[in-house]
């Protein structure tokens, strides 16, 4: 058994710790293992772009991933090394771009900062967080026992979440294959560029498969999982309105609150065979 310490740094996905647990028989002593958090810093060319609380597992993916969904590569090869550097109090991921690219984050970053006072900062901000998200293709279809099947798979390839039961989970999942990839973390959007980052970097293409969530839907996720070009998207929970928005923007088909007895479609049910 571990003990936790506030003055370490734990890179550990997980650690067991006691606990005294309440019941209606009183107290009683015994352990729990629980999900690790740290603080991440995604750098690029030597300037911090995101501080993220993370799981600390599959950090090169989350920074490809988070590089993708927020506009800053337009594929993997434009970032030309990584390197993962532990600090006393977290992790820095450290990514170098190829030039073009590197000159064109510079001119984002000037963009973005704004005068100073004017109130521009804020509009910019706005009109980020309320990008459009592009069009996905066309191609893939599902039906609807296969989707059920798909969350059945899902339950059973969260390695961290049967064991701490405190993580999200993003999957990539084929028809006749299953889940083919997946990753998990503390947060549901570093689950799903952590994924989105294992795909880049291993060449899967967007109409492959489709998308599987264990959170609610945000409209931060839709514009994540379009930029990836995702094509049919399938969450436990609910989506939130400017999500379902977002989305038919996107011409995805969202498929949510998808339980063994049945799914709700927001969007192209088209893509779904009967």
């Given at each position: 058994m571990t003990q936790a310490d506030p003055r370490k740094l734990d890179l550990r996905p997980s650690v067991t710790l006691e606990r005294l647990r309440w019941g209606e028989s009183g107290p009683r002593s015994g352990?729990?293992?629980?999900?690790?958090?740290?603080?991440?810093a995604i750098v690029h060319d030597a300037a911090t772009t995101a501080v993220l609380m993370a799981s600390p597992i599959d950090l090169a993916d989350l920074a490809v991933g988070f590089s993708l969904t927020e506009g800053i590569i337009a594929g993997p090869a434009e970032i030309r090394s990584i390197e993962v550097v532990t600090t006393p109090i977290g992790v820095e991921v450290r990514?170098?771009?190829?030039?073009?690219?590197?000159?064109?984050?510079?001119?984002r970053r000037?963009?973005?900062?704004?005068?100073?006072?004017?109130?521009?900062?804020?509009?910019?901000s706005l009109t980020e967080a309320m990008r459009s998200p592009?069009?996905?293709?066309?191609?893939?279809?599902?039906?609807?026992?296969?989707?059920?099947?798909?969350?059945?798979?899902?339950?059973?390839?969260?390695?961290?979440g049967g064991l701490t039961?405190?993580?999200?989970?993003?999957?990539?999942?084929?028809?006749?294959?299953?889940?083919?990839?997946?990753?998990?973390?503390?947060?549901?959007?570093?689950?799903?560029?952590k994924l989105i980052g294992c795909l880049a970097r291993t060449d899967v293409a967007p109409d492959s498969g489709v998308l599987l969530l264990t959170s609610r839907v945000s409209v931060e996720?839709?514009?994540?999982?379009?930029?990836?070009?995702?094509?049919?998207?399938?969450?436990v929970s609910a989506p939130t309105a400017l999500a379902v928005r977002a989305a038919a923007t996107a011409e995805m088909t969202l498929i949510a609150v998808a339980r063994a007895d049945g799914f709700e479609v927001f969007n192209r049910p088209d893509r779904i065979r009967v």
């Amino acid at each position: 058994m571990t003990q936790a310490d506030p003055r370490k740094l734990d890179l550990r996905p997980s650690v067991t710790l006691e606990r005294l647990r309440w019941g209606e028989s009183g107290p009683r002593s015994g352990v729990r293992e629980v999900p690790e958090e740290t603080a991440v810093a995604i750098v690029h060319d030597a300037a911090t772009t995101a501080v993220l609380m993370a799981s600390p597992i599959d950090l090169a993916d989350l920074a490809v991933g988070f590089s993708l969904t927020e506009g800053i590569i337009a594929g993997p090869a434009e970032i030309r090394s990584i390197e993962v550097v532990t600090t006393p109090i977290g992790v820095e991921v450290r990514c170098w771009l190829t030039n073009d690219r590197s000159a064109a984050l510079a001119v984002r970053r000037r963009t973005l900062a704004g005068p100073t006072g004017c109130g521009l900062c804020g509009i910019d901000s706005l009109t980020e967080a309320m990008r459009s998200p592009e069009k996905v293709g066309e191609g893939v279809m599902l039906s609807a026992e296969a989707a059920r099947q798909a969350l059945s798979d899902l339950a059973g390839g969260q390695a961290l979440g049967g064991l701490t039961h405190a993580v999200h989970a993003a999957a990539w999942w084929r028809e006749g294959q299953g889940v083919v990839a997946i990753r998990e973390d503390v947060g549901r959007h570093n689950a799903l560029d952590k994924l989105i980052g294992c795909l880049a970097r291993t060449d899967v293409a967007p109409d492959s498969g489709v998308l599987l969530l264990t959170s609610r839907v945000s409209v931060e996720m839709v514009q994540k999982a379009a930029a990836f070009g995702v094509q049919i998207l399938v969450a436990v929970s609910a989506p939130t309105a400017l999500a379902v928005r977002a989305a038919a923007t996107a011409e995805m088909t969202l498929i949510a609150v998808a339980r063994a007895d049945g799914f709700e479609v927001f969007n192209r049910p088209d893509r779904i065979r009967v």
